[in-house]
């Protein structure tokens, strides 16, 4: 019996990553850590499945660009299509290095750009600013 390779799980994970779809929860270890730039490290499944889900909330599509894979793990070029509850569009793209450990994926690191994601997902900062 074959086993499934790295590649195809992390594929498969996120092929199947997508709004209305649980599968992806599924592939994720018990102890899976996400640690994400500009976030506070997550360690478990119900954290780092309610963080995607979040994601997943405001997702319209999203591509791989590349997969690279060594061993056990695969870094992933990804763009996520995003649409903000104003209709406004735009894309954001990751650096996602995942880590397999017996078939599961136990590790993510997310790499973006965080002046792009504050613009889409944080309000302005106008805290002790003289804002007329």
């Not at 909330?57 to 061993?71: A, F, P």
């Not at 590790?107 to 900062?125: N, R, W």
Request: hydrophobic share 35%; charged share 25%.
């Amino acid at each position: 019996m074959k086993s499934t390779t790295t590649k195809e799980i992390v594929k498969r994970f996120y092929d199947t990553k997508k709004p209305g779809n649980n599968e992806w929860q599924s592939m994720l270890a018990d102890g899976v850590t996400f640690k994400g730039t500009g976030m506070p490290s997550l360690q478990g499944k119900k954290s780092v499945i309610e963080i995607t889900d979040d994601l997943l909330s405001r997702l319209e599509s999203s591509e791989i660009k590349q997969m690279l894979v060594e061993g056990d793990t695969a870094c992933v070029l990804n763009n996520y299509h995003m649409v903000l509850s104003n209709g406004e569009k735009f894309v954001l793209e990751t650096s996602e290095i995942v880590g397999v450990r017996n078939g599961k994926i136990d590790s993510f690191d997310v790499y973006f750009d965080t002046a792009a994601f504050q613009k889409y997902f944080l309000p302005p900062c106008t805290a002790g600013l003289n804002v007329q």
